[in-house]
């Protein structure tokens, strides 16, 4: 075990060591928020993706893989399709409304703006499901690799709470969105470490042909030809709708705040062009690796083989056998610890800026303190951390299974966010009636199609999702676009400033 707390202590130094040395650059409220526009376009690509499928990378994906095989690897289709649209489609021109607008924060800052002058209601509701949102995306991480380092070390699952939200918070007061990209490119460094990692122990401990025998032997469903064939889930032919939702979950990529967020920090159209080709390199070639790193351990696992209620300690439980072995084994082990804090560190630090930028610039600075003017904004967006900080350590207290509800919530921010926001870039007659209506119809379709249950089945009322077996993307989408297009046109027309506005950004004219 000494070397597991060494590779946390590493870790917790060189997160200490890029805070403070990324505080000097974070003194105003546009540097905490937005980084200035200072990161590099290969920072924001980067950070982008990673802090939005960090835990996809290195839990989620491998361990689907190790469970039901390459069948599982669908999702990384949809996942670089999503990336490679929602950079083309929507970056170029939320840079330039940010831009246009003198350097908004959030996304609800941006719909305050888009929509006219009394768009207030806009901004309420879309501030308050963000808070929300990443509130409870925050909680849920923080529990998933608490309990994904308990397994490793046995000790109390609120004390390793405590000390991740309590990393993750100093490190957002003292860094902000400019320390969050520098230290996102770090971790991208660390993931890939942690693959090469996984591929140079599987290369000592077995042979090429060895690696086969033992994927055979540990009785994977099917038989081996199934396990490592795309048209195969759990060792049975893969259905339409199987596919189906792994594809949806490109519209999800589309659609989550924090990457949306992340194209407002761009400074020019080169930055946004060569940001989008680095993410879709990361994207692919990550992607790739989490399904190979899940077959290979399946066979490394062997013979202990995890079950359902346990395939997400598939890293956890390989660094426990690592550490069980030699010393480069050992070594090994505590890299691949590392990766595994490094990409939920990722995707909490980046949520704790968003829900901090949200809630001090719209909800206190904008509604509360309006009439006020506040001097120092950098002592108070570390006050509003401090108290986020209590909140969400008070909130993860509440025992949920985190694995269950992770997906969950990631489909209902994008499902909340990525409609309206790419049709307000394309819909010049969407107003702020459009954009409210298809903020709430979209995510009372998915709550709807995944809890109500409305349908009457073999064994009693079923709900549309477990009918279909297809998961609310598809319709929650297609309903939010509906109510957009039907509200707006038939509500108050926009302002002509809005249309002046949204031809300005079109027509790629930014003054």
Known sequence: MTILIVSIIVYTLGLLLTAVLCRGSVRTQNEFCIGARKLRSSEIGFSGQISELGC??????????????????????????????????????????????????????????????????????????????????????????GTLMVDIFDIDLRIVMACIVAAASGFVMLGGFFGTGKMNYIHVIILFVCFG????????????????????????????????????????????AEVMNQISWGLVIMGLPG????????????????????????????????????????????????????????????????NEMEMFYRISGGILLIG????????????????????????CKNLLFKKKRIKKNMKALRITMAV????????????????????????????FFGPVTFMSLYFKRMNRFGAVAGMLSGTFTALFWHFVRCINGKDGFMTIEDYLEINPVYAAYLVSFIFIVLVSISTEKVEESVKKDFDEVKNRIIT
């Open 388 to 415: 986020l900080t209590l909140c969400i350590l008070l909130l993860c207290l509440i025992k949920v299974e985190p694995f269950e509800y992770i997906k969950l919530l990631l489909m209902l921010s994008a499902i």
């Open 56 to 145: 996809f990378f290195l839990v989620l994906i491998p361990s689907a893989v190790y469970t039901n095989g390459t069948g599982s690897a669908w999702i990384v289709v949809s996942l670089f399709t999503g990336t490679v649209f929602g950079w083309y489609l929507m970056s170029y021109r939320l840079m330039r409304y940010s831009l246009k607008f003198k350097n908004i924060y959030s996304l609800p800052a941006y719909y305050g703006r888009r929509f006219g002058r009394r768009s207030r209601s806009t901004v309420l509701i879309s501030s308050i499901f963000s808070i929300f949102f990443d509130i409870s995306i925050i909680v849920v991480l923080v529990r998933m690799l």
């Open 197 to 240: 990692t996984i591929f140079t122990v599987i290369w000592n401990v077995f042979k090429a042909d060895e690696l086969i025998v033992a994927v055979m032997n540990s009785r994977v469903t099917g038989g081996v030809s199934k396990y490592l064939n795309l048209i195969y889930l759990k060792g049975k032919s893969i259905t339409v």
């Open 259 to 322: 990457l949306l967020t992340k194209f407002m920090t761009l400074d020019k159209a080169k930055t946004a062009k060569h940001g989008g080709r680095n993410a879709f390199i990361f994207t692919l070639t990550a992607l790739f690796f989490s399904v190979v790193a899940g077959v290979v351990l399946r066979a490394f696992i062997y013979p202990a083989i995890l079950r359902k209620n346990n395939i997400f300690l598939l890293i956890p439980r390989t660094v426990k056998k690592l």
């Open 340 to 363: 595994l804090i490094a990409v939920f560190m990722s995707m909490i630090i980046s949520r704790m800026v968003n829900l901090c930028t949200v809630v001090y610039c719209e909800i």
